[in-house]
Structures are given as structure tokens and as C-alpha cells.
């Protein structure tokens, strides 16, 4: 089965720091990769997913199916960045998303 | 458009008691699922179903039931509740599967005494 795992429940940077969120998953085949974000008092949406390749507010994620991670960066965090940041995994052939336990972010001023 | 809206925002059942918890999207969209967000647990699965009248389980299914009559409406019902099942639930729907960007509804408090 599918695991995704964050290790870090909890992460503080200062405003202009550089901040990765690490997510590991265990899968043997192809997955698709997403980072989803909760800002306060905000629906749980879609930040990136690692097909798109792209950056979204600055935040940018690269798949690395050697060390099976699929981290969160960003180069100079600001306060508006605080939020609960998800990783999530789905296999080729399912339905399903598997969500990791959530790094809460905090960005200090 | 609403978007994904869930009903109600906050409940407290005692152990025992059923209610259902609504959702529904008006997207059009082909899929919805139901999860529940536990500190330290991220999100779990409960149900989903792919299009009307087709629903699977997820990784936490006892003690819920879902039905998907029309493509809009994603009910869960909780059949005797629980303090295990205190937590918040979210619903939310994609265009085919959760592979295709997910939207979520602003999630119900559920508190089991």
C-alpha cells in the first residue's frame, strides 16, 4: 500500500528564509504527487502537483522517485505563506489520494 | 457557482444518536469523496463514488454510509455515532477522479459526547 509520511508536524522560519517541507511516499510504481494548503479559515486547496512543473507562489516541488520525495521549497518564506501544507500521493491506476499528516508552517516576522 | 457546500457547520450528536451530514457541488463533477481530518492524521478517506449510484469505500469506512443518487448530492451518514468519530469531515469533488484537482467544502465540527 501507498504511505505518504511528513515528518515534521511543526516547522517555523523567519519572513525571508528559505523553507523546504519534506515529504517522503512509499510507492514501487509511477505516482502522481500534490501539495495541497490550508490557510486559516480557508478551504483546503490545490497548491501544485508535480506534472504541472510549475511554481505557484514561489513555491516550487520536484519529484525525486530515486530518494522517493517529493519536498516543498521555497526560497524566502513570507508571513502569508503560514498555513497547513499537505502532501498527497495517488497511484496510476486509482482513485484514490492519500494524504500525508500535514506540516503546519509558520513564518515568524 | 457555490462551489462544494457542506451542511451543517458545527454538530454535537451524544454516543448513539444518527445524523447526516450533506454535501453538494454544483460543478458537475463526476467525483466526490468524503474524508475526516484528525491532528496528527492528516486526511483519511471515508467513502466516494465516481458518479451517481456508485460509491466505494476509502481507508476508514465503518460506521459511515454514503449514497450518490444525483450527480450533485454526496450524503454521509453516520449510523450510531461515536466519540471515535469526533473530528472535522470534509467533502469534496473532482472533474473524473482525485487525480484531477479536488475542491473542498468548508468542512463540519463534529463533537461525539
Known amino acids: 500500500a501507498q504511505r505518504v509520511t511528513q515528518p515534521e508536524k511543526l516547522l517555523s522560519v523567519f519572513k525571508g528564509a528559505p523553507v523546504e517541507l519534506k515529504c517522503n511516499y512509499s510507492?514501487?510504481?509511477?505516482?502522481?504527487l500534490f501539495w495541497y494548503v490550508q490557510y486559516s479559515r480557508q478551504r483546503l486547496q490545490l497548491l501544485l502537483r508535480h506534472i504541472s512543473r510549475e511554481s505557484i507562489k514561489g513555491f516550487t516541488a520536484d519529484l525525486n522517485k530515486g530518494e522517493t520525495s517529493f519536498h516543498l521549497k521555497k526560497p524566502f518564506a513570507q508571513e502569508e505563506d503560514s498555513a497547513m501544507y499537505y502532501c498527497?500521493?495517488?497511484?496510476?491506476?486509482?482513485?484514490?489520494?492519500?494524504f500525508g499528516s500535514g506540516t503546519q508552517l509558520t513564518v515568524l516576522p | 457557482n457555490a462551489g462544494v457546500t457542506q451542511t451543517p457547520k458545527f454538530q454535537v450528536l451524544k454516543t448513539g444518536q444518527s445524523m447526516t451530514l450533506q454535501c453538494a457541488q454544483d460543478?458537475?463533477?463526476?467525483?466526490m469523496s468524503w474524508y475526516r481530518q484528525d491532528p496528527g492524521m492528516g486526511l483519511r478517506l471515508i467513502h466516494y463514488?465516481?458518479?451517481?449510484?456508485?460509491?466505494d469505500q476509502g481507508e476508514v469506512p465503518n460506521g459511515y454510509n454514503v449514497s450518490r443518487s444525483t450527480t450533485e448530492d454526496f450524503p454521509l451518514r453516520l449510523l450510531s455515532a461515536a466519540p471515535s468519530q469526533t473530528s472535522v469531515y470534509f467533502c469534496?469533488?473532482?472533474?473524473?477522479?482525485?487525480?484531477?484537482?479536488?475542491?473542498f467544502g468548508p468542512g463540519t465540527r463534529l463533537t461525539v459526547l
Open positions: 510507492y514501487s510504481g509511477s505516482p502522481e
Open positions: 463514488s465516481v458518479g451517481a449510484g456508485i460509491t
Open positions: 498527497a500521493l495517488i497511484r496510476s491506476s486509482a482513485r484514490q489520494l492519500t
Open positions: 469534496a469533488s473532482s472533474l473524473y477522479n482525485s487525480g484531477n484537482e479536488q475542491f
Open positions: 460543478m458537475n463533477h463526476e467525483y
